[in-house]
């Protein structure tokens, strides 16, 4: 007889392990890691099924008829702060490498009052987070950053050509209000997603309609202190029948962020802003002045305001079904702090302007999901994407501005099919992407706008750039036993063109850059569980990097260094080795994990100093740029580099009610051939909460610690900012703060937290923004019950 098996899922179709069912005469059963439980004799026909899991709503359901599988969902427990969730398991076509995973619920998020979707992870403690400015957040995964993670976004890839190399703040554009969960994957990804997933994955997957009929409607109002910060949140749903409807809508408003005051490291002045810089406009013309800032511990010019906007519309069954995903993020100029605050030769202010242009992203995709007859689950995801990117630059005292735009345009599609054979879960599809880059500049006037004719380097080549890959993967899972296996490979093949126009004061020995290659990639899972409570797992992989147009066509000056174009680069490879396991104790109240990694890349694209030759034959090794005088430096493969690292967790749950969380993070990366530290490691980090539920409240403390980065540690160049931080290096730091939560009706939730209490001035590695000082955070929810 066919065995009969049950699948547990959240709101957004991901497995819930360790969900309890429980039948009529209190026999109970545990799911497994991938969500599935195999009913036996024990539970019998006609029973009435109860299932429940920490941090989701109980169901009650019929027993399904004999040998035919069922799915249950849960819904996401609108008060508990329901705990990260760390699991070793996920979809096979979306996970057949990842070995450690986070996942943070939509209750947790809510309760977070993130300031984007970026600094909300720290809460996971597993996730560092660089800022250079408030409007941003650039997340670290086992010392890969930027373009050498991946950001994926309901299924699509939010990786694009310009993604850069240094620190990013594209994650802003993704609204942390409307997701359902979002899910970390440490470790290489490239199997599952193709390029650039060396260092792992970060997955936010949104709020779809739910399926039962009716309407329902909920709203969001936060404040945060530290930024005189005002939040809005709004959405509305409805199904009827086979048609399901979602609207969202967030707005966010910052203030300039004040720092700590506290100031245990010693040093009095660091990160202090003593000035302002005021504009004046008469007529054509500016007037710049430094006034004095009447609190230096606020920091001028971070402020920003922000609009998500969120619409789904879906038609079909849970088995078959179709769903349009719109999404369109906006923003006002995002001024770059840690370009603000350098200091002319005079002492002054070097910058009068220095913004990021309203950050713009649109999304829309289209998903049609079903079991095919001969095939499987078949999920075909079509999308479309623009990115509008700008800077805009004015040194302090000049009437004219340095204005650069970008817009790129993504296409894309993914056919994904899974399937039972033989006792092997499998997995395979194709995957499509195309990329379209244009970018220009000009100098304008700054007090009317009005574009002069003195010319401006583009960021990106003037003539024109595009970027595309097509891939295929395969992969499969059994069990044998106590025994489970996971294999996966994919093919991926990828262009890039990229057209040099000529441009006063930049002269190259190259008009073009072109490649077309191919990559193969792999992975190896295997995992040992003698009993459900503790298990062993060890996982082999291979991931790639293609080199981007920001890569090979990026004019970018900072620091004294310029970096101009490449001709010749190669994929970054990459091959990681990992390790770990999983106990809980035999009452449930202990659990530990760990890993241990060890990660070789190859082929590492980093800025080198260089010279040009003119095309009179004179040698060239220093170009203007933003008015500056710079050393050039292109980007180049070289040698190989070690990264080596791990990742400790410990839960215990009290007699009392109380549950406990520890997390610890170690991270080394240095040049394989002469020790070089890399850059983007940060310090050990991790964060300890200890979290109370009761019926009607629920209280979380916690304490957020990262460790000292000497001085020795920095990398080279200046993607680590060595001049944000002090003249030994970052000096560690601890937070400590808390947040309650209670319910004031059946549908009206109230939260109200502090964050970094004793009020401590500090940065985190890297960052060129002073971290929040003592935060005071208020919210209300509106939501229905049930």
């Not at 190896?524 to 291979?542: A, C, D, F, K, V």
Request: charged residues 20%; hydrophobic residues 35%.
């Amino acid at each position: 007889m066919q065995a009969q098996v049950i699948e547990i899922q959240d709101e957004a179709g991901n497995p819930v392990p360790a969900a309890v069912i429980q039948n009529d005469a209190g026999v109970a059963r545990m799911t497994d890691f991938d969500g599935r439980i195999v009913l036996d004799s024990l539970i019998r026909e006609g029973d009435t099924l109860k299932v429940r899991s920490l941090g989701y709503g109980s169901r009650s359901v019929a027993m399904p008829q004999p040998n035919l599988d069922m799915q249950i969902q849960l819904s996401t427990e609108s008060v508990a702060l329901s705990e990260v969730v760390v699991s070793s398991v996920q979809p096979l076509r979306e996970m057949a490498s990842a070995t450690t995973v986070n996942r943070m619920s939509a209750s947790e998020i809510t309760q977070e009052v993130p300031s984007n979707a970026a600094t909300l992870l720290w809460r996971s403690g597993q996730v560092h987070v660089q800022q250079s400015q408030q409007g941003g957040g650039s997340p670290v995964l086992r010392g890969f950053e930027a373009n050498r993670i991946l950001l994926v976004v309901d299924g699509v890839r939010m990786n694009n050509a310009i993604y850069r190399s240094g620190h990013l703040q594209n994650a802003m554009t993704v609204d942390p209000f409307v997701l359902a969960t979002t899910e970390v994957l440490h470790g290489a990804g490239s199997v599952q997603f193709g390029s650039d997933a060396l260092g792992g994955v970060i997955h936010y997957r949104t709020r779809s309609p739910r399926w039962d009929d009716g309407s329902r409607a909920r709203g969001q109002l936060g404040w945060s202190s530290a930024g005189r910060s005002p939040v809005f949140h709004a959405d509305a749903e409805a199904t009827r029948g086979k048609w399901g409807f979602l609207t969202s809508v967030t707005h966010r408003r910052f203030g300039d962020l004040r720092m700590g005051r506290w100031r245990p490291h010693g040093d009095s002045l660091w990160g202090q802003v003593p000035y302002q810089v005021i504009t004046n406009v008469a007529g054509t013309e500016v007037v710049d002045s430094a006034g004095i800032n009447p609190d230096p511990h606020v920091q001028w010019g971070t402020g920003y305001d922000q609009t998500d906007v969120l619409q789904k519309v879906r038609y079909g069954t849970k088995w078959q079904h179709v769903e349009l995903n719109l999404q369109h993020s906006t923003s006002s100029n995002v001024p770059r702090f840690d370009r603000l605050n350098d200091l002319a030769s005079d002492g002054g202010p070097k910058w009068a302007q220095w913004d990021y242009g309203p950050q713009r992203r649109t999304l829309l995709s289209a998903r049609f999901r079903s079991p095919v007859r001969f095939l499987g689950n078949v999920s075909l995801t079509t999308a479309w994407q623009q990115v509008d990117e700008s800077r805009l630059k004015s040194r302090f005292g000049s009437q004219d501005r340095e204005v650069q735009e970008e817009r790129v345009t993504v296409a894309s599609a993914s056919l994904d099919i899974d399937r039972v054979i033989r006792r092997w879960q499998t997995a395979y599809g194709i995957q499509w992407s195309s990329n379209t880059v244009g970018s220009n500049a000009w100098m304008e006037r700054r007090a009317d706008g009005l574009r002069l004719d003195t010319p401006a380097l583009t960021r990106y080549p003037n003539g024109g750039s595009n970027m595309g890959s097509l891939a295929a993967y395969a992969s499969g899972s059994r069990r044998w036993n106590h025994w489970s296996l996971k294999c996966a490979g994919r093919y991926n093949r990828g262009w890039l063109g990229a057209d040099f126009l000529p441009q006063s004061g930049l002269e190259l020995p190259f008009n073009q850059v072109s490649y077309n290659r191919g990559a193969l990639t792999g992975s190896t899972t295997l995992r040992w569980s003698p009993i459900s409570r503790m298990g062993l797992h060890s996982s082999l992989s291979t991931a790639f990097r293609n080199p981007n147009v920001d890569d090979v066509g990026k004019v970018r000056a900072k620091d004294g260094f310029a970096v101009l174009p490449a001709d010749d680069l190669k994929p970054e490879r990459l091959l990681s080795a990992e390790l770990g396991g999983h106990w809980r104790s035999a009452n449930g109240r202990w659990s530990a994990m760990a890993s241990g990694f060890l990660t070789g890349l190859r082929d590492a694209i980093v800025p080198v100093d260089t010279a040009l030759t003119s095309s009179s034959g004179a040698t060239i090794s220093t170009i203007v740029v933003e008015g500056d005088t710079n050393l050039i430096q292109v980007n180049a493969n070289i040698g190989r580099a070690t990264i080596s690292g791990s990742q400790w967790e410990v839960q215990h749950r009290l007699e009392s009610g109380w549950r406990l969380r520890a997390t610890a993070n170690f991270t080394r990366g240095q040049a394989a051939d002469d020790g070089t530290p890399l850059s983007h490691i940060p310090p050990m980090f991790g964060r300890f909460s200890a979290e109370r539920s009761w019926e009607w409240l629920t209280v979380e403390t916690h304490c957020l610690w990262s460790g000292r980065k000497a001085l020795e540690g920095y990398g080279p160049g200046s993607t680590d900012n060595l001049a944000e931080s002090l003249p030994d290096g970052n000096p560690g730091w601890w937070t400590v703060g808390t947040d309650f939560q209670g319910r004031l009706t059946e549908r009206t939730t109230v939260s109200f937290g502090v964050h970094n209490i004793l009020d401590r001035h500090y940065k985190v590695f890297a960052s060129g923004i002073s971290a929040a000082g003592r935060d005071f955070r208020f919210g209300i929810r509106w939501a229905p019950a049930g």
